[in-house]
């Protein structure tokens, strides 16, 4: 039983951590798990996004067939749950798109010049597509479905998944690449190539790379929310590949580039959009560091940027003497002042806090007490009442709430909780707890990412080191990095 119990934390504790690491970091912590706990991870504990890809990826059978069964995991393509099957499992394109595409197929094929004793056509020969009828047409090409997708799509994925139902031949990933480049897809039709194309990674990466583009549209970020959400990339790979550098910024605050928040259909839940902006911060802070005037230059840049952002970030930390960039950029399409404004302001480290006065300061104090107020739903009572009076942020519990995996763990701290209550700004409906308790979330998590980039970097023997240390610490998170980082003696553990 004690030995199971071993086993169950050290998951805990383990998916706790792989929240905030990279991903380099997070494939070394899963290859040095024995089965008994791997298995315990994969089905029982919140699973971050990224560890969700690369279990994916390269992961085995039985570790899909746990994650399948984690009920804190949705919308992947695993067993069991709503993915590329269900896609798959569609009708097939209604009549009237059938019309449309063999109307838009005889612009796009030359007609056939019949021989002087060639029958004459037979009636009817130019309908509708239909597979098995003997006048359909010879299956797609890369080239015909490319031009059809450019066509449909501009606000959902619904007809570019019909037009990929279609008899055509095997796709060519890189004439889909080329002509992403020259001209980017619509973002419907990118986000069917993402569902049912059987894309690479690498592949997929590209396809987010919008640079010679000159609109958004309403539905601008639905294949990053797709590509991640369905496995296709991890949240690293996509800050990487997300082109121009201003869109992976927008998409740590999910806002449009009318500046309105983005609250229903496809978009990032509160875990995701703190997953996301792990990445951010890990691209960011090496560059930025702490210093305002690099914050300012970035926000300066990002408009008319037209790489990725670590490519503006390198270029930022570079100094004036870097210049623009060789490439020229398109004009930043609609007001992206205020939205990236918004943005990066929630990025940037806090400024050191005030000095504080008798209630903080005896609030602070009660954080680092474990159970202080006698009991874990008067513990979380408490703070958030605090949190609502403003008396304690989420940035305050990291950093000194004990021991350290409650720190980590939203559960011990905070209450009522809806990941999908994402609709954080000034403008947002009357109850303010709602609104209250995401902004302590992402401040908690945000806190946590620079404290373990800091302290631990990728080395993964440090991580792993703080993972066997963090079920029986006793102090708060900072202790905890201290010692695993200074190589001393760790208290709370023999």
Known sequence: MTYDREHRRLAWCVALLLRHAPDTVVTGLLDRLDPAVRGYLCRDEPLAPSAVTLLLRHGSAEDRRRVA???HVLGRPLPGLPGVAVYAARPLPPADLRGTVTAELSRLRPAPVPGPDAPPPAPGAADAVRPGDPAEPAPLTSGELV???????ARRPRVPLAL??????????????????????????????????????????????????SSYGPGWHRPAVRAVRTGRLTCDELVAAVAPAHRALLLGALTEPAGRRIRSGLRWDLTEQAAYRAALHRVLAPALGADPLRWAELLRRAPDFPGTLPELAASVAAGPAAGPP??????????????????VAGLVPPAPAAPAGPERELALAALGVPNAMGDRREDVRWVGACLARELLSGTDVTRHKAPAAWALDEDHWLADLDPWDTF???DAPADPAPRTRA????????EADR???AAL??????WWRAALVLPEFIGPLPELLAGVTEGGSVPGRP
């Open 69 to 71: 069964a984690n009920p």
């Open 147 to 153: 031009a059809l997708l450019r066509g449909h799509g």
């Open 164 to 213: 990929l139902r279609l008899p055509r031949e095997p796709l060519d990933h890189e004439l889909v690449v080329r002509e992403h480049a020259r001209r980017p897809l619509p973002a419907g039709s990118v986000e069917a190539l993402l569902l049912v194309g059987g894309l690479p990674p690498e592949v997929c990466a590209r396809l987010l790379d919008t640079r010679t583009g």
């Open 326 to 343: 060789t490439a020229p950029a398109a004009p930043a399409p609609g007001p992206l002042g205020e939205p990236l404004r918004r943005a």
């Open 424 to 426: 954080l700004g000034d």
């Open 439 to 446: 902004r302590a979330l992402l401040a908690a998590r945000d």
């Open 451 to 453: 404290q373990l980039t």
């Open 457 to 462: 970097g990728a080395d993964v023997d440090a």
